[in-house]
């Protein structure tokens, strides 16, 4: 299969945000960003690990035209960075989706959970447990609701999609190690389309895969290298 698309050029017009190690509406070491039905943008600040620089941990939440409108999470304290640290913490958080009421999905690849998050900002809940086990995962990546509400993530280190719904309950999942036509290689980046049809970058694989709703593998594109449709370690679509 061989999908052919027409050269696309976009215009600039302005840039948002600045360095900003504590709050306000810059970012640091932004990893991930998602909008929502007002246009409101989430960026995900993984941050750093200087004790310094605690409270860059956080989703920053702006309009476009560059005004803060809220933040909410805050850095685990190290002696905490385990299966019981306190709610609405961060070590190192890898993605941010939106459900269909609003509500911020937040994955830590330290903590081996899901933060939940209200409007306001207030953690709602968590869910997740380290393993290789259905509903388990190891790493955790990319995050992406379908229009049903599913949530599907990229479970980097177990080298496989899984599919849950957004309370946390395991449906599906698939996916191996390995180059092969519907494996991967510490797969990251999630992106689904209008179809339903699943995008994945995985990341040492430097490649793209698509997939039907089910998992069923349905095409694949790139390949290593610097030249143009040739990826290297690709993060995100």
Known sequence: MVTEIAPVTFQY???????ENRSGNGFFYPVAITRDEE???????????????????RVTVFT?????????GEKVQPEEANASAPNGTFMWPTSVALDSQGLAYVSDEWLNR????NKDGDCVGTWGTLGDGEGEFNRPSGLAFD??????MVDGSNHRIQKFTKDGKFLATWGKEGSGDGEFDYPWGIEIDH????FIADWRNDRIQKFSPDGTFLMKFGTSGQKDGEFYRPTGI
């Open 13 to 19: 017009s302005h840039t948002i945000g600045r360095q």
């Open 39 to 57: 246009n409101n943008l989430y960026v995900l600040n993984r941050g750093s690990e200087t004790p310094a620089f605690f409270p860059c941990k």
């Open 64 to 72: 476009i035209g560059e005004e803060l409108v809220r933040e909410f």
């Open 114 to 117: 899901i933060s939940i998050f």
């Open 147 to 152: 229009k049903e509400d599913n949530l599907y």
């Open 195 to 198: 179809n339903g049809d699943i």
